[in-house]
């Protein structure tokens, strides 16, 4: 059974940067399709970027274009996403998620297994 563990998250003020990590004990992430996602109060489930097993990426939110970027470590099993120029409406609990089926895709439903989250909040 997989467990999904995610990090990196914390306070941070408006315009810093984090580099939150997923990683999951009893699975070899390199395999399958990874993706990062986000959830904020009050507020659905929102996809933000994903990665497949060949590299390929897709944005699925037009507001962190240009400031988040997603990309795995192969020899540490691991899919990162890199947040440059944070804003407060970034807050929320981050989330990763497997796709053990197929690629890529924005239907939150297609992903198999998620981790627990970990918070980012931007405030000054």
């Known amino acids: 059974q997989s467990q999904f563990v995610e990090s990196g998250g914390g306070l941070v003020q408006p315009g810093g940067s984090l580099n939150l990590s997923c990683t999951a004990s009893?699975?070899?992430?390199?395999?399958?399709?990874v993706g990062w996602f986000r959830q904020a109060p009050g507020k659905e489930r929102e996809p933000i970027l994903c990665?497949?097993?060949?590299?390929?990426?897709?944005n699925t939110a037009q507001s962190v274009k240009g400031r988040f970027t997603i990309s795995r470590d192969k020899a540490k099993k691991t899919v990162y996403l890199q947040m440059n120029s944070l804003k407060p409406e970034d807050s929320a609990i981050y989330y990763c998620?497997?796709?053990?089926?197929?690629?890529?895709?924005?239907?939150?439903?297609?992903?198999?297994?998620w981790g627990q989250g970990t918070q980012v909040t931007v405030s000054s």
């Open positions: 009893g699975l070899n992430l390199d395999f399958y399709a």
């Open positions: 998620a497997v796709d053990f089926v197929g690629g890529c895709t924005i239907n939150i439903d297609g992903y198999d297994d």
């Open positions: 990665i497949d097993r060949s590299g390929r990426t897709l």
